[in-house]
């Protein structure tokens, strides 16, 4: 599986940004696709997922501004990002998880920068 992340950039505080992801490959393998971050000195974090069913999960941080959302008929999965914070900044990794516990997949990071 071949994942490729598009939307990055810099942004505002309090501005939006959307981040795509389209995946190729053996995607009938996968089930949860989803979006980490990983901040200047910080750990690579989930930010949100999403099963090929539709369940989401995000963490708390970004609850109520982000909203995660999947085309399985497309293979994408975009992130789209509203009152941004300075502390979002960070590049953003698209992930795909085949199902039971089988290989994980990551894209190249983009870069998000939010200006205060």
């Known amino acids: 599986v071949q994942l490729q992340a598009f939307g990055g950039g810099l942004v505002q505080a309090g501005g939006s940004l959307r981040l795509s992801c389209a995946a190729s490959?053996?995607?009938?393998?996968?089930?949860?696709m989803g979006w980490y971050r990983q901040a200047p000195g910080k750990q690579r974090e989930l930010v949100a997922q999403?099963?090929?069913?539709?369940?989401?999960q995000y963490v708390d941080s970004v609850k109520g501004r982000f909203t995660i959302s999947r085309d399985n008929a497309k293979n994408t999965v975009a992130l789209q990002m509203n009152s941004l914070k300075p502390e979002d900044t960070g590049v953003y990794y698209c992930?795909?998880?085949?199902?039971?516990?089988?290989?994980?997949?990551w894209g190249k990071g983009t870069l998000v920068t939010v200006s205060s």
């Open positions: 490959g053996r995607i009938n393998s996968v089930n949860v």
């Open positions: 992930k795909a998880n085949e199902y039971s516990g089988g290989m994980a997949y």
């Open positions: 999403i099963t090929r069913g539709g369940f989401t």
